[in-house]
Nanobody, 129 residues
Framework: VQLQASGGGLVQAGGSLRLSCAAS????????LGWFRQAPGKEREFVAA??????????SDSVKGRFTISRVNDVNTVTVYLQMNSLKPEDTSVYFC?????????????????????WGQGTLVTVSS
C-alpha cells in the first residue's frame, strides 16, 4: 500500500498551492480520504476529509472557505487533492494524506487520526509572511 503525497513548497501569504496524494496497492473502494497537518512541536491536526463517493466532505473551521478537498477514483488508483487558497503563515506545516479501510463508507467522516489506517509520507508547506 502506498500513499504518495506531493505539491508542497514555499509560497507567500495569500498565495495558493494544490496538494495531491495518489493511493495504490490495495483496493480503496469505499475508503474515505483525509488530509492532516502537523507543525513542529504540535499534535497532528485534522484539515479535511472526503467520502468514497465524494458526496460527503468535512473541513476544519481553521481552513473553511480557503481549502477545498476533492478526489478522483480510477480503477487502480485513487487520488485526493487539497486546493489551498489564501494561505496564511499559520498554515505552515507538514501535510499528510490518509485513507481508511472503508469503515467510514456509511458512517460519519472522522477527524481523528486514529481512525485512518494508511498514511502518506508528508509534504512540507511553508507560507512566508
Amino acid at each position: 500500500v502506498q500513499l504518495q503525497a506531493s505539491g508542497g513548497g514555499l509560497v507567500q501569504a495569500g498565495g495558493s498551492l494544490r496538494l495531491s496524494c495518489a493511493a495504490s496497492g490495495r483496493t480503496f473502494v469505499g475508503s474515505a480520504l483525509g488530509w492532516f497537518r502537523q507543525a513542529p512541536g504540535k499534535e497532528r491536526e485534522f484539515v479535511a476529509a472526503i467520502s468514497w463517493s465524494g458526496g460527503r466532505k468535512d473541513v476544519s473551521d481553521s481552513v473553511k472557505g480557503r481549502f477545498t478537498i476533492s478526489r478522483v477514483n480510477d480503477v487502480n488508483t485513487v487520488t485526493v487533492y487539497l486546493q489551498m487558497n489564501s494561505l496564511k503563515p499559520e498554515d505552515t506545516s507538514v501535510y499528510f494524506c490518509a485513507a481508511d479501510r472503508g469503515t467510514m463508507r456509511y458512517t460519519e467522516l472522522s477527524r481523528s487520526p486514529s481512525e485512518y489506517d494508511y498514511w502518506g509520507q508528508g509534504t512540507l508547506v511553508t507560507v512566508s509572511s
